[in-house]
């Protein structure tokens, strides 16, 4: 089962992503881990991300699929994988679309994962981030053991400037205005499931899992 992730920043998608994959026993693919990692390992496609990153620019699309592509020939998405943060566009999506067909792969299905504006906004203007293994917190939904310090790796955590109820909005914007053609190009396929995130994790995540298992049984696999 090949499953892409699609929501607007706030809806758990990243956390919902890796506890799906965990559920279902699939590798989670996300876009920022894969770039994070060439980079620190130095990667000859890292060391031109870097570049871009360093000069204050974004990686362009090339790299990030030449990074993805790599991925996908690892053995452990021969059952499936979750993927997280790629494709934003249909562009994107289209050049997703040839890689896997390449490999004799397509995506079984797309959860859009629907959060509403005032719990996005709740959810972002708390959360916190470690700047050390960047791992998320909350200050109230999800607070750290210890005020300021990362559970994890106890890192520091901090605020992102971008998190604030203004600059929430506006992202909320852009993302709203770049999403619609995506969601048009899989619900054309008959690709999309649409989820209420608003909710507790623990209950999007089992509808998530009850949908796929509907989509396997209709597909006539469990997992491929």
């Given at each position: 089962m090949r499953i892409v992730l699609l929501g607007p920043p706030g809806a758990g998608k990243g956390t919902q992503a890796k506890q799906l994959a965990k559920a279902l026993g699939l590798p989670h693919i996300s876009t920022g881990d894969i770039l994070r990692q060439n980079v620190t390992e130095a990667t000859d496609l890292g060391k031109e991300a870097k570049d871009y990153m360093n000069k204050?620019?974004?990686?362009?699309?090339?790299?990030?699929?030449?990074?993805?592509?790599?991925?996908?020939v690892k053995p452990d998405v021969n059952g499936g994988f979750i993927l997280d943060g790629y494709p934003r566009n249909i562009n994107q999506a289209k050049v997703l679309d040839g890689i896997l067909s390449g490999m004799k792969m397509k995506i079984d299905l797309v959860f859009d994962l629907d959060c509403s504006e005032p719990v996005i906004i709740q959810r972002l203007s708390g959360r916190l981030v470690c700047r050390k293994c960047g791992a998320n917190f909350h200050k109230n939904n999800m607070p750290p053991k210890k005020e300021g310090v990362c559970d994890n790796c106890a890192g520091e955590?901090?605020?992102r400037p971008d998190d604030n109820v203004e600059t929430i909005k506006k992202r909320l914007l852009v993302y709203k205005d770049e999403v619609a053609g995506l969601i048009k190009y899989y619900q054309d396929q008959?690709?999309?499931?649409?989820?209420?995130?608003?909710?507790?994790?623990?209950?999007?995540?089992?509808?998530?899992?009850a949908l796929v298992s509907l989509v396997s049984k209709k597909n006539g696999s469990s997992k491929d």
């Open positions: 204050g620019l974004l990686v362009p699309d090339e790299l990030v699929t030449k990074m993805l592509s790599d991925r996908f955590l901090y605020q008959g690709l999309i499931q649409k989820i209420k995130a608003d909710g507790q994790a623990e209950i999007v995540l089992k509808e998530m899992v």
